[in-house]
């Protein structure tokens, strides 16, 4: 699914006119939500319009065509439209990180990093795609090299996002290495289906992709756990989008408690009527969801704040995997060229070079 915003639409300018067409959007997004979700509806339009919205490049600054959102405010955001509907919030749960660690500072090729928030910055959306049906945490899915050129196959489940996604980020396995890798979902290789049926939200677009010699282009290849804290930062980010969503759905939940108490009548035994609004038991049931609902959403703001004013220590060079063979060696079948003083020692292991 292509979700890029359509052309001549002009995307807000500041932070107030988003939220002002923001808050609007959501208003048909929550008087449709239950019964899309009841007839299995896929949010596809409500994507595109969130999209040419620019909510997916909101974290940009403003000159790479965001609008230099905090990530705190992009939280108290997510809350919002998860209170409208909370699978509309959540399957953006991989793309916000994946923006993240973009602007993280852990790529340390400018060329390439640009390269991605040009295409956040039109409009492109990222799914997430980690886990697979296995008993534990075992990966199968592959990467494979003819020459130069690198494929992906494999099978995950819970791909959050990823039917309405342009571009897939998942995890991997090069050779015995673990690797996070970035596709393209529109490849004719790859197959999203609706076939979620556990818990949560079920229009999130969790189930099963399949992936069948799909390229990958080797700067997209990133050797997993190669730094703590980016690790850390992204782990932090996925955590406290799912919690957003939750305090999202407290939001509607006290909303819908006082849109059924306010209309109701309460006839007696006597001539004349009360209000239950009035009652003091039903006031206290009220306060009580109002107050657990905002301290959840003060919660996950706050924590969303100590995100934005976490020190970032200048990260490494990102290792990346290459696709060409070390010059020289031979006996080398699973091994790449780097800037190398031994050229023609043989290779009986990968080798990886910064960039």
């Known amino acids: 699914m292509s979700t890029a915003a359509p052309v001549g639409r002009v995307r807000p300018a500041t932070l107030e006119e988003f939220d002002r067409e923001l808050d609007a959007l959501l208003i048909g997004v929550a008087e449709r939500a239950a019964e899309q979700e009841r007839t299995r509806t896929l949010l596809r339009e409500d994507v595109r319009a969130l999209q040419a ?30 209170a409208a509907d909370s699978s509309l919030a959540h399957l953006y749960r991989g793309h916000i990180a994946f923006v993240e660690g973009l602007l993280g500072g852990y790529d340390s090729d400018p060329a390439h990093n640009r390269l991605w928030v040009d295409r956040i910055a039109a409009g492109d ?34 791909t959050t996002g990823s039917i309405y996604a342009d571009w897939i980020h998942l ?108 009652d003091a038991l039903v006031q206290e049931t009220i306060g009580a969801v109002s107050a657990a609902s905002e301290a959840a959403v003060r919660l996950v703001l706050s924590a969303a704040r100590d995100v934005d004013t976490a020190p970032r220590a200048t990260a490494p060079a990102r290792t990346r995997r290459s696709a060409i063979c070390c010059s020289g060696s031979s006996g080398c079948s699973r091994s790449w060229r780097r800037s190398c003083s031994m050229p023609s020692r043989s290779c009986s292991r990968s080798v990886v070079r910064p960039r």
């Open 53 to 82: 919205l620019g909510f997916g490049a909101l974290r940009l600054p403003k000159e790479d065509g965001g609008l230099g959102a905090t990530f705190e405010q992009l939280v108290e955001r997510v809350v919002r439209i998860a």
């Open 125 to 158: 959306l990222v799914g997430n795609a980690q886990s697979e049906r296995q008993e534990t945490a075992q990966i199968t899915t592959t990467l494979a090299r003819d020459g130069e050129r690198i494929t992906l196959t494999g099978r995950k489940y819970y």
């Open 171 to 278: 995890s991997a396995l090069d050779g015995e290495q673990r690797v996070g890798v970035t596709v393209s979902a529109l490849d004719p290789g790859v197959d999203s289906v609706d076939d979620w049926d556990g818990f949560g939200q079920l229009l999130t677009g969790t189930g099963t992709t399949t992936f069948d010699r799909v390229p990958v282009d080797p700067a997209d290849i990133v050797v997993a756990g190669e730094d703590a804290r980016r690790g850390d930062h992204i782990a932090s980010v996925f955590q406290i989008v799912l919690l957003a969503v939750i305090a999202g759905i407290g939001r509607a939940a006290l909303r819908d408690t006082v849109e059924y108490v306010r209309p109701r009548r309460r006839i007696f035994g006597f001539a004349g009527e009360a209000a239950p609004r009035a």
